[in-house]
């Protein structure tokens, strides 16, 4: 005789208000989004697990051995394991609930102590809460697109071929200038050693033996593989020290850099602008929840936004045009605009919200505002740089063609006061089967920012680093 097995499955919440698990016996695990009691002798608990915005509302009937002594006291944020059938709910606004046949209490949530009761807490407030944030539902929707992001991000290279290459996050080039690095060392900052006889640090005695850095970029480690391997990407994190202390600037934060061979500003254009398609479409369709969410809670344009720009061609714009531009604009900016001055986030906004309602990829710089690093054009006076912005967050992308010719490059350095010898590595790229190539970075925050229509960059990554503030 074979004894009767009852199948149970484990199953996730967002699988558990599906039509199609009704009559399926489940265990479902998660913590109290919310509980009502009911005089009629049973409970509603709202169950949620993270894997979807939604929760699963279970009913546990006064039956249960443990309604007194556990279920009722299994407040708002309590861990649940629920075991029961999945049944078609005759509430509306849900299709399925799940009756319990057991619901164990794992552990207990305060009420009198546990922060998250109230709906609608500020983020400034849940800023201050990192580690339990993600329990709420914006956090928690936040998590999921961000992850979704990525996904994307790898999937849009890995189907064209690029490789994914891990460059070091301790660096001893800098890549953009100094002042805005973090330094790293292990010296004993009490005793740190000094040059005989002088008041200059001794790098060769720190761990190193020379001064080091966390990168600004990998940009220049990418470029070594690019120019072997032809099309590459990164995507790791970097650091800025700058005292930016702005709702788009972070001192740590995620950043993918594809690196193309035999590649030009128009390639990396084209790339930039595809990519940036692909993601919002994927997330259109993948999150189609969280987005339903942001769009209702965070922003009401956010949806429209992104399914608009997927539909349109980004705007190819010259750095002079966009200039000339800015000073007949007729606007009151706080940072005048003149032919070589840098962009500000005013102008980039202007451009990309109220002159073309999309986004623009600003191109051909001044080169006296970007790095050694970018082409210099027939002019002698631009270089072949671009940056895409869009609206709200300005600056998404910043991206160039390389300079491939070692003489330029090399008189380029000595010009911004890099010491060629220093980049003799970087410029045996140029010595030994050089090639036109081009790549560009995208801030990983700055994206999830753009897409959930989040107002601040510190709620889109889950423990933020800025100025004066590291917790968590
Ligand atoms: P910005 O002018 O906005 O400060 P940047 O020109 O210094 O940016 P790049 O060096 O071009 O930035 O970096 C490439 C991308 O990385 C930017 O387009 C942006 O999306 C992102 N990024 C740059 N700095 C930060 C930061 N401090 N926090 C978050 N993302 C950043
Ligand atoms: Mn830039």
Request: glycine residues 8%; charged residues 25%; hydrophobic residues 35%.
């Amino acid at each position: 005789m074979t004894a009767r097995v009852e199948t149970m499955k484990r199953m996730r919440v967002k699988e558990a208000l599906l039509n199609e698990s009704i009559g399926q016996k489940v265990k479902l695990t998660g913590w109290v989004r919310t509980r009502r009691d009911s005089k009629g002798g049973f409970s509603f608990i709202e169950l949620n697990d993270g894997s979807s915005m939604k929760s699963v509302q279970v009913l546990a009937e006064s039956a249960l051995p443990n309604y007194e002594s556990e279920i009722l006291n299994a407040n708002i944020g309590s861990s649940i394991e629920v075991i029961g059938e999945v049944v078609a709910s005759p509430g509306k606004g849900q299709t399925t609930e799940v009756k319990a046949e057991s619901v164990k209490v794992v552990g207990f949530a305060d009420p009198a102590t546990y922060p998250l009761q109230k709906k609608g807490t500020s983020f400034e407030f849940l800023r201050s809460i990192a580690h339990l944030r993600p329990r709420t539902n914006t956090f928690g929707a936040i998590a999921r697109v961000r992850n979704e992001i990525c996904r994307s991000i790898h999937n849009f290279f890995q189907s064209r071929g690029f490789i994914y290459v891990h460059t070091p996050i301790i660096t001893a080039s800098d890549c953009e200038g100094a002042g805005q690095m973090f330094r790293v060392t292990s010296f004993d900052l009490l005793n740190v050693p000094r040059k005989e006889g002088s008041a200059e640090i001794d790098v060769e005695q720190d761990f190193f033996g020379r001064a080091t850095h966390l990168t600004v970029s990998g940009q220049l480690e990418g470029e070594a593989y690019a120019t072997a391997l032809m099309n590459i990407y990164t995507f790791g994190p970097t650091f800025r020290a700058e005292n930016s202390n702005t709702s788009r600037h972070l001192a740590e934060f995620w950043m993918v850099e594809p690196e193309m061979a035999f590649c030009d500003l128009e390639g990396n254009m084209e790339c930039a602008e595809e990519f940036l398609k692909t993601i919002f479409t994927d997330v259109l369709s993948n999150c189609s929840d969280d987005m339903s969410f942001f769009n209702e809670r965070i922003d009401k344009t956010v949806i429209e936004t992104l399914k608009h720009i997927v539909e349109s061609d980004f705007v190819r714009l010259p750095y002079t045009e966009a200039v000339e531009i800015l000073e007949k604009s007729g606007q009151n900016f706080e940072f005048p605009v003149q032919w070589g001055i840098d962009l500000q986030s005013e102008h980039e906004r202007y451009l990309t919200e109220q002159k073309f309602k999309k986004p623009v990829i600003v191109f051909d710089y001044p080169k006296d505002i970007k790095a050694f690093y970018m082409r210099l054009n027939d002019d002698g006076r631009t270089v072949r740089a671009m940056d895409v912005l869009v609206p709200k967050v300005g600056e998404i992308i910043g991206g160039s063609q390389r300079e491939e010719r070692l003489d330029i490059l090399t008189e380029r350095m000595k010009g911004c006061g890099l010491d060629p010898e220093e980049y003799w590595w970087y410029l045996d790229l140029r010595r030994f089967g050089t090639v036109p190539h081009a790549g560009f970075g995208l801030g990983l925050e700055r994206t999830v920012q753009f897409v959930t229509g989040m107002g601040n960059i510190r709620d889109v990554i889950p423990f933020p680093r800025t100025p004066k503030s590291a917790d968590f």
